[in-house]
T-cell receptor
């Protein structure tokens, strides 16, 4: 049973550049959420995708955008990178939007460093 | 903004002892509660979920929920050095929207 997979594992970018991170959800899951985790902090919710649409969004600027494909995989795009965007980016998948009892399952994350 | 509070620690316990991790949350409408373990440099791993008041046991782990007090805890019995990690409390407020605490770092000393 394949879990959540993310790519790439690590990225180094320069300020002002753009980055795309990718995620494939766990088998049987149709909802993908993205989180940013700075060092020493808990994951911060960026947004959630279900049925190829952004359904919920956290307190992140429009530089953060995403997409979900028909096979439920997802991309996170960040434009005009800032030093403060350096973090571990976590993709989490879950099953359905109408259940309270579907926990998040995380991928291994992408470590983004902005120089 | 929904708040989830945890003591950042570090919490140090000797091997074989009981580790007690605590979490409070601000939204009384929260329905589901989860504990994740995160090793340094790794992603969070689900270890416990609890949905109703009371205790839920799974092996060496016991989750406790008190919705009236807005309090969730995790007990780890017979702590092992391999339990040394950061433990994240997560509260599900809305369908598939989760809020995380900043985590409690646990050190289990051999």
């Amino acid at each position: 049973d394949a879990g959540v997979t993310q790519s790439p594992t690590h990225l180094i970018k320069t300020r002002g550049q753009q980055v795309t991170l990718r995620c494939s959800p766990k088998s049987g899951h149709d909802t993908v959420s993205w989180y940013q985790q700075a060092l020493g902090q808990g994951p911060q919710f960026i947004f959630q995708y279900y049925e190829e649409e952004e359904r919920q969004r956290g307190n992140f600027p429009d530089r953060f955008s995403g997409h979900q494909f028909p096979n439920y995989s997802s991309e996170l795009n960040v434009n005009a990178l800032l030093l403060g965007d350096s973090a571990l980016y976590l993709c989490a998948s879950s099953r359905g939007r109408s259940s309270y009892n579907s926990p998040l399952h995380f991928g291994n994350g992408t470590r983004l460093t902005v120089t | 903004q929904k708040e989830v509070e945890q003591n950042s620690g570090p919490l140090s316990v000797p091997e074989g002892a009981i580790a007690s991790l605590n979490c409070t949350y601000s939204d009384r409408g929260s329905q589901s509660f989860f504990w994740y373990r995160q090793y340094s440099g790794k992603s969070p791993e689900l270890i416990m979920s609890i949905y109703s008041n009371g205790d839920k046991e799974d092996g060496r782990f016991t989750a406790q929920l008190n919705k009236a007090s807005q309090y969730v805890s995790l007990l780890i019995r017979d702590s092992q050095p391999s339990d040394s990690a950061t433990y994240l409390c997560a509260v599900q407020y809305n369908f598939n929207k989760f809020y995380f605490g900043s985590g409690t770092k646990l050190n289990v000393k051999p």
